[in-house]
Structures are given as C-alpha cells and as structure tokens.
C-alpha cells in the first residue's frame, strides 16, 4: 500500500534554533518528492521538490534531503523563525498514471516560541 | 502571490442547503483538482479535471459534484449540504506536461450547522 508517514508529529521549538522533520514513504514508483509549508487555514505552498537523482536541495533557509533507496526524506530548517510556524506535509507523486498521483502525509505541526 | 483563487474562505450554512464552492485559477493550467482536508489529517482527492468538460472522481467518495466548462474555472457544487461535510475544501491546478508545479488556493472553511 503506498503510503507516506511522517515524523513528529508535532513539534515546538524556540526561535533561533534548527529543527529537522522526516518523512518516509512506501510509494511505488516513484516520480518526486515535496515538501509543502501550510500555513493554518491556508493552501500549502511548496517549499522544495526532488526527482529520484536528486540528494539535496535547499530554498533560504530550508533544506530537504533524499534518499530513494531508503525510501527517506528530510525537511531541515536552519535559525527558525517566528513565521516558520506552520504544519509541514511530506507529498509523493508516483509515475504509476496519467494523474501523476499525490500521496499526502499527515504533516508535521511545527510551533516556534519566542 | 498565488493565481489560484477561492472563494469563499468561510461559510457556514444550514443542512440541507445547496452549495458551490468556487476556484478559479489564471495560470492556463489544464488540470485542476478538489482535495478535502480535515484537521490534523491529509489531504484527500475528492475530484478532478484534465481539462474542460473532463471531470472524474478521486479517491475520496464525497456526495459534491465538479463541472469544467472553462479551463480557468473549476466549481464544486454541494445539492444538499449536511453536517458531515464539514471541512476544509482545497482546489488545485498543475500544468499538463510534467509533474511538477501544483498550484493550492487558500481553501474554503464549510461548516454546516
């Protein structure tokens, strides 16, 4: 069953300091891999997305990282601000269809405290 | 700035009532989707539309319907709203070639009372 599940799920840290989430997944086969900040009551906006020969790949301040062999990824996020407060959702597209299908993880709730 | 627009952010309405959730979208994409988003929980594909007059269900059984007459609009419709649609409803748009670039409204809050 393909499925994406995400680690913690939720988590609270002070401003300044860095914080790393993480997502594994079990789709098959396997096209990209996002990761998209919602903001509550929002739409998620992407932050990154990886193809299957990419390891790392940085926006600001976020770095997500991946590894298809062990079906893992890894949001880091350096010197966190105020605003980083948000959930964070792990997404998979598999190249399975014509749709390009989305698996969706439940997201990582992340609060930054002053 | 996103180019994908929803309207409205909240509602709150009486059971029974008929609904449409609008989503317009001016960035040319030829796909659009619905996803239903309760809290805590992932996102879940109710509906979506390769292009106009292509629309089909996705994986969540949800009671709305969708209709594409224009490529830049993508309504859902509720006929008889009821407490269980109580949600939050995204709508999406992506281009055709490629699998990148999905494009989220802000997403409209319903509570049905």
């Known amino acids: 069953k393909n499925q994406v599940e995400q680690s913690p799920q939720s988590l609270i840290i002070l401003e300044g300091k860095n914080c790393t989430l993480q997502c594994n997944y079990t789709v098959s086969p396997f096209s990209n891999l996002r990761w998209y900040k919602q903001d509550t009551g929002r739409g998620p906006v992407s932050l990154t997305i990886m193809t299957f020969s990419e390891n790392t790949k940085s926006n600001g301040r976020y770095t997500a990282t991946l590894d298809a062999d062990t079906k893992q990824s890894s949001l880091h996020i350096t010197a966190s601000q105020l605003s980083d407060s948000a959930s964070y959702i792990c997404v998979v597209s598999d190249r399975g269809s014509t749709l390009g299908r989305l698996y969706f993880g439940r997201g990582t709730q992340l609060t930054v405290w002053p | 700035e996103a180019d994908i627009y929803q309207t409205p952010r909240y509602l709150v309405i009486g059971t029974g009532k008929k609904i449409t959730l609008e989503c317009s979208q001016t960035?040319?994409?030829?796909?659009m989707y619905w996803y239903q988003q309760d809290p805590g929980m992932e996102l879940h594909l109710i509906h979506y539309?390769?292009?106009?007059?292509?629309?089909e269900k996705g994986d969540l059984s949800s009671e709305s319907t969708v209709s594409r007459i224009r490529t830049e609009h993508f309504p859902l419709t509720l006929e008889s709203a009821r407490p269980s649609h109580t949600s939050q409803y995204l709508c999406a748009s992506s281009e055709s070639k490629g699998d990148y670039g999905y494009t989220f409204g802000s997403g409209t809050r319903l509570t049905v009372v």
């Open positions: 960035m040319g994409h030829d796909k």
């Open positions: 539309s390769y292009g106009v007059n292509s629309t």
